[in-house]
Nanobody, 125 residues
Framework: QVQLVESGGGLVQAGGSLRLSCAAS????????MAWFRQAPGKAREFVAA????????YYADSVKGRFTISRDYAKTTEYLQMNSLNAEDTAVYYC??????????????????WGRGTQVTVSS
């Protein structure tokens, strides 16, 4: 069982930045992909970004491309989401996810086997 713990959420003004972290417990050898999803009030959970644990290839939702950067520290088994130029539409609970697969459907939440509890990000306009 892999446990994921997010941190780094908070309140920020529009145009500001935040960095989220997600620390994975031991036994990450079975993880192929880690990702961030978010869910705003009254909306479905949506894909934000993903990264292949081996190789480091990254993928982004169009809505965050150029503003957010996903990365991982292999030694620390931690992934990060650097969020710049935040706006009110980025307000949501952000969830860390980890999956065993490495297929093309990285943007589907069903592709992930483990989830964190989420961290709130609020952007004030």
């Amino acid at each position: 069982q892999v446990q994921l713990v997010e941190s780094g959420g908070g309140l920020v003004q529009a145009g500001g930045s935040l960095r989220l972290s997600c620390a994975a417990s031991a036994r990450t050898s079975r993880i192929s992909t880690m990702a961030w999803f978010r869910q705003a009030p009254g909306k479905a959970r949506e894909f934000v970004a993903a990264i292949r644990w081996i190789g480091g290839w990254t993928y982004y939702a169009d809505s965050v491309k150029g503003r957010f950067t996903i990365s991982r520290d292999y030694a620390k088994t931690t992934e990060y989401l650097q969020m710049n130029s935040l706006n009110a539409e980025d307000t949501a609970v952000y969830y860390c996810a980890a999956g065993k697969g490495s297929g093309p459907n990285y943007y589907y939440s069903t592709e992930y086997d483990y989830w964190g509890r989420g961290t709130q990000v609020t952007v004030s306009s």
